[in-house]
Structures are given as structure tokens and as C-alpha cells.
């Protein structure tokens, strides 16, 4: 809970303060040790470990693929703001694979609890809601650049196919790691409680960046915070919405 509240203030800080690269890496920091620290009470400390290594090291990955290939997001390359850049890829990117990677999974579960390829879908589709929000607002900050933008804030389209590709990955090995049965009962005491945390942080960034595109940034984008409002704001709603209903 900390870490979250840390996180909300840094984000205030980066609305005020938006070209400092410091207060972008702070935020990414504190949501993923906020995620791991709600993971391990939901999951046990080990296999929370575990699902946010094999995040991070999935989303790592992909970045370093995609740098050098132009597959699964298109033909993109990370400026030098961010740093350390091991292999080219910024550690902090790899970072919040990790962190929203765990926020989303626990939001899946909430929203999809039964089966085995729903949940992993639905958790693809809420951590790719989430790139709805970041590309546009790294483009703005000059953390990475496309060879040729697209029509989404400058955006490519093919962006989004590739983070639900990866989305996916990252879920089937969250949900692998973490051992969760599809038809588990009601989560109880510490589980409850991690689960409803990463929900939380799910939702604390879809309100933050909503926020920061509606009235902080400038200028404002109300495409940008209508889009990823929207879109987060329906998965965060559905998964609390069948938390009430229990």
C-alpha cells in the first residue's frame, strides 16, 4: 500500500513535471514493487517472484526482438533517455512488463475466473488497454520513435497486435506460475487481499492516466484519455464489479 501511494504521488509529480525522464523510471519502480509485494500475498512470496521474473523476462524479450526485427510491434528504437539499456532495451521497460503484467493477470481472474484460455485472453486484452495510454504518452516524453508513425497518436497499428501477442505470453506464464486453478472458490484473508491490491493498482493507473491526458498534460488529449479510460476503465470496473457481487 505504500508502494501505491508512492506510485499516485509520483505520477502527480510526473503530470507537473513531465520532462523528467527520473520521475517516468520512479513510477515504473513503485508499481512493480507495489505488483510484487501484492503478488506475493496473493500468490506466496516464491511464485510471485517467479511470475514477475518470467514477466519481465518475456517483456525484455520482445523488446529486443522487436528493436532489432520489427516483430511482434513494428519497426520502432528507444532513444537514449532511459537508462541502463542492456542489450538496447531500457531495464525499466522490462520492469513494468512485470508490474501491469501481474496488475492485469489478478484483474483477469476477477473478470473471467472459470476456463483456461479466457482468463489469458481477457488478461492480454487489459494489459494491452494499458498501451493505449503509454505509447502515446512515451512518444510525447522521446523515450522510443517510430519509423513511421502511425494513425494512432502516431502509433501504429501494428503496435497493438503485437502487445496482445505478448500480452498473451506474459499471461499464459503468469497463470502457469502462479498455479491458480480455473475453478478455485472465493480467494479468502492474505490472498484476498493481494488479489484486491493488484486490482487496485490496475485501476489507480487507469484513473491517473485518464486524468493526466484529460486536464494535467500539456496539451491535453481527450482521444488518448477517452480510448484508455475506456478501455481500462471497463476491465477495472468488471473485475470489481463480480468482487462486490461475492
Known amino acids: 500500500m505504500a508502494a501505491l501511494a508512492a506510485m499516485v504521488a509520483a505520477q502527480i509529480a510526473t503530470g507537473l513535471r513531465p520532462q523528467d525522464p527520473r520521475l517516468t523510471t520512479t513510477v515504473v519502480v513503485l508499481l512493480a514493487t507495489g505488483a510484487l509485494a501484492f503478488a506475493a500475498a496473493a500468490y506466496t512470496p516464491r511464485r510471485a517472484a517467479g511470475a514477475f521474473t518470467a514477466a519481465v523476462a518475456a517483456g525484455y524479450a520482445a523488446e529486443w526482438i522487436g528493436t532489432r526485427t520489427g516483430v511482434p510491434f513494428g519497426d520502432y528504437r528507444y532513444t537514449d533517455v ?70 494512432y497518436r502516431g502509433v501504429p497499428l501494428t503496435n497493438f497486435a503485437g502487445w496482445l501477442l505478448v500480452s498473451f505470453l506474459v499471461m499464459a506464464l503468469l497463470d502457469r506460475i502462479t498455479g491458480r486453478p480455473a475453478a478455485d472458490p472465493p480467494a479468502t484473508g492474505a490472498e484476498a487481499v493481494g488479489t484486491t491490491g493488484l486490482v487496485a493498482l490496475y485501476t489507480v493507473m487507469a484513473l491517473m492516466e485518464t486524468t493526466g491526458f484529460a486536464v494535467v498534460f500539456r496539451p491535453p488529449d481527450l482521444l488518448v484519455a477517452a480510448a484508455g479510460g475506456l478501455a481500462m476503465g471497463a476491465f477495472a470496473l468488471l473485475a470489481w464489479g463480480r468482487a462486490w457481487r461475492r
Not at 101 to 129: D, E, K, S
Open 82 to 151: 532511459l537508462w541502463p539499456r542492456p542489450g538496447g532495451v531500457p531495464l525499466i521497460v522490462a520492469l513494468a512488463w512485470g508490474g501491469m503484467g501481474l496488475a492485469a493477470h489478478a484483474v483477469a481472474r476477477r473478470v473471467a475466473p472459470r476456463g483456461r484460455l479466457t482468463p489469458i485472453l481477457a488478461g492480454a486484452l487489459a494489459l494491452t488497454a494499458w498501451d493505449l495510454f503509454l505509447d502515446p504518452q512515451m512518444l510525447r516524453l522521446g523515450l522510443w520513435v517510430w519509423a513511421e508513425p502511425g494513425p
